[in-house]
């Protein structure tokens, strides 16, 4: 499978390096009650402490070969999530919420995301925790018109991102998130925080944020389809506070995938998509 490639590509330049990551999610709990993906599952999401992630952004821009690409929200207008993803430029995964925006385009992916230390005072504590949500939201609203605003409740979030707008800079927020990474350190803290969930992320999902650092201590390594993976060292902690009772199966009308793509293709690569986009939009 196309992901898994880049799954092992991504896991060579960790072990080459000496980076931190764990698998989590979807991706986590495909290891342990599958050996692999989730069968209606459709993505890989690893994290890395804040100092492994920023390292391996740096390294990636060096030692990566096409097809091997990242995509970085911080030098990427159009990309509204707050974290990296890896991916073959020789492919395409365009989703429908980005098919009218060709800069966006990118091939099959993995998603990599930061976690951060939270410090041991409660009131600073409280503050990273209540910041990082607030400048998730803020960064997708900078980066879009008014007009792109659909809701009472978009235009009011649109309108508290005056300093970024007038900054003219699109990645202002997420700037001012990856700042708190910096905060405290993994290493010495007692708490670890999954810093791209929005306390408001999803309104019919209460999502987990906060995690105790001692199940993310270490890793042990699970199978996974023909490779192994890294997942938490107390992941039955991990899973259970993220989904609860784990091991058993939703209902089959929830078996859904979480990304509905407009297109995937495995032979066409994402910039030949977005180059006949634009030719399109010329001649109409």
Request: aromatic content about 14%.
């Amino acid at each position: 499978m196309m992901e898994l490639d880049i799954l092992k590509e991504f896991q060579r330049i960790c072990a080459d390096h000496d980076l931190r990551y764990f698998a989590i999610g979807g991706t986590c709990l495909g290891a342990v009650r599958h050996k692999g993906f989730i069968p209606w599952d459709d993505d890989i999401d690893v994290a890395m402490p804040f100092e492994d992630y920023s390292r391996f952004q740096k390294i990636a821009g060096r030692e990566l070969q096409e097809p091997y690409e990242i995509i970085n929200p911080v030098e990427h207008r159009a990309c509204t999530f707050p974290f990296i993803k890896m991916y073959r430029s020789d492919t395409a995964f365009i989703e429908k919420a980005r098919e009218n925006r060709p800069e966006s385009y990118f091939g099959i992916f993995i998603d990599i995301m930061p976690i951060f230390g939270l410090p041991v005072d409660k009131k600073e504590r409280d503050r990273v925790y209540r910041e990082s949500s607030l400048y998730i939201r803020q960064n997708r609203f900078n980066r879009l018109s008014f007009a792109e605003t659909k809701s009472v409740p978009q235009k009011l979030m649109w309108m508290t991102c005056v300093r970024g707008r007038a900054s003219g800079d699109p990645c202002y927020y997420l700037k001012k998130l990856n700042a708190l990474g910096q905060r405290c350190d993994f290493d010495a803290a007692q708490e670890i925080l999954f810093a791209w969930r929005s306390i408001y992320y999803n309104k019919k999902k209460t999502y987990k944020r906060e995690f105790d650092k001692y199940v993310f201590r270490d890793y042990c390594e699970l199978p996974f389809e023909d490779t192994v993976i890294r997942v938490p060292v107390e992941y039955d902690s991990y899973l259970t506070r993220d989904f609860g009772d784990y091991m058993k199966l939703p209902p089959e009308e929830k078996r859904v995938t979480v990304h509905p793509a407009a297109i995937i293709d495995l032979h066409k690569s994402c910039r030949a998509y977005a180059e006949e986009y634009r030719q399109h939009k010329k001649k109409a």
